[in-house]
C-alpha cells in the first residue's frame, strides 16, 4: 500500500484516506498529521459528504484529537471505513460522533491507555501524569459518547488494553455497522505485521489475542520447482503468450510515441542532425 494521504473530490463527495501513522507525514510516506489535513480539509465544501478510509495502528495523541475536532465540526454526512484496523489514536479519529463507522470482515480495532515519556525532574514527571490523566479523562468521554457506554466501562477496556474483532467493535459501539461483502487480512510476517497491505511494527501487537493476526502462510513442503523456458512457454499457453506480446507491443508503440513528442517538444533550430539521432540513432535518447 504505497499511498497514505490521498483527498479527492467529487461533486458533493469527498473522499479521504488515512493510512499509516498518526502524527506521520505523507511528504515522508509513513502516515499522516494535522497540518496536512487542515490544509486539504479547508478545500472540501463545509456540507460534503465525506468517505474516510482508515487504516492505521495509532501514533500522536494530539494529532487524532486535531483531526477529531476538525470532523466533529463538519456539517456534511461522513463514513468512515476500517479498512485493516484502527488502534490506539487511531479509534479517536473513528470515534466522532457524526460519523459511521463500517469495518469489514477480518478488521479489527484497538483501545489502550495513554502513554508519554518525561524527562526531568520529579516536578516534571509529576506535571506529565497529571497531564496524561487528564488527556485520557478526554479520551474516554470520547469513548463514551461514542459508545453509549459509561465512563466506567469503557475505562476498563482502556486498562486492559482490550482488542476488538469487526463484531466485537459493532457489539461495543465502537463501529455501527459490518460490511459482510468484503473481508480484510491482517498477517503476522516476520517482525511486522501486514494490516490490509500496510507495514506496521509486530511489537506494537505484542498483547494481541492468539488468533487475531493470522499466522503468515508457509509454503507447502510438496510444492515442486517448475521450470519453464519461452519455447516451452509457447507450446504450451499459446494464447498467453500471444497476449503478452500485443500488450508488449501497443505499450512500446504509447512509449515511442511519448519519446518522439518529447524530443521534437525541446528541438531547437539548427541541431536537426542531433533531433535525428536521437530519435532513429543507434542509441536513441
Not at 490521498?6 to 502524527?23: M, P
Not at 477480518?106 to 525532574?121: D, E, L, P, Q, Y
Not at 497491505?197 to 509486530?202: D, F, M, V
Not at 515511442?256 to 539548427?270: N, P, Q, V, W, Y
Request: hydrophobic share 40%; net charge negative.
Amino acid at each position: 500500500m504505497s499511498k497514505f494521504w490521498n483527498v479527492k473530490t467529487e461533486g458533493d463527495k469527498a473522499s479521504l484516506d488515512l493510512f499509516g501513522y498518526v502524527g506521520g507525514s505523507k511528504e515522508w510516506g509513513d502516515g499522516f498529521n494535522e497540518t496536512e489535513f487542515l490544509n486539504d480539509f479547508r478545500k472540501i465544501p463545509v456540507d460534503s459528504a465525506l468517505d474516510i478510509s482508515i487504516n492505521s495502528f495509532g501514533g500522536a495523541v494530539y494529532t487524532a484529537l486535531s483531526i477529531f475536532s476538525l470532523l466533529k465540526s463538519h456539517k456534511g454526512k461522513i463514513t468512515i471505513r476500517v479498512d485493516g484496523a484502527a488502534m490506539s489514536a487511531a479509534t479517536i479519529i473513528t470515534s466522532v460522533p457524526n460519523a459511521k463507522v463500517i469495518m469489514p470482515k477480518g478488521s479489527m480495532m484497538m483501545i489502550h491507555k495513554v502513554s508519554s515519556i518525561a524527562i526531568g525532574t520529579t516536578d516534571d514527571m509529576r506535571k506529565t501524569a497529571d497531564d496524561m490523566e487528564k488527556l485520557e479523562e478526554n479520551i474516554l468521554s470520547i469513548y463514551a459518547e461514542k459508545t453509549g457506554h459509561s465512563v466506567e466501562e469503557v475505562k476498563e477496556k482502556v486498562d486492559a488494553e482490550t482488542y476488538f474483532t469487526a463484531e466485537e467493535a459493532v457489539e461495543f459501539g465502537l463501529a455501527d455497522e459490518i460490511d459482510e461483502a468484503t473481508a480484510v487480512t491482517n498477517v503476522a510476517s516476520g517482525e511486522f505485521v501486514m494490516l490490509n497491505g500496510l507495514k506496521a511494527p509486530g511489537q506494537v501487537f505484542a498483547h494481541a489475542p492468539e488468533g487475531l493476526i493470522q499466522a503468515e502462510p508457509k509454503a507447502s513442503a510438496d510444492k515442486k520447482e517448475v521450470c519453464m523456458d519461452l519455447e516451452t512457454l509457447k507450446a504450451e499457453y499459446p494464447d498467453l503468450v500471444e497476449a503478452i506480446r500485443k500488450e508488449a507491443l501497443a505499450e512500446g508503440a504509447k512509449a515511442e510515441r511519448t519519446r518522439i513528442k518529447d524530443i521534437e517538444e525541446c528541438a531547437l533550430a539548427g541541431y536537426e542532425d542531433l533531433v535525428a539521432q536521437a530519435k532513429y540513432g543507434e542509441q536513441p535518447m
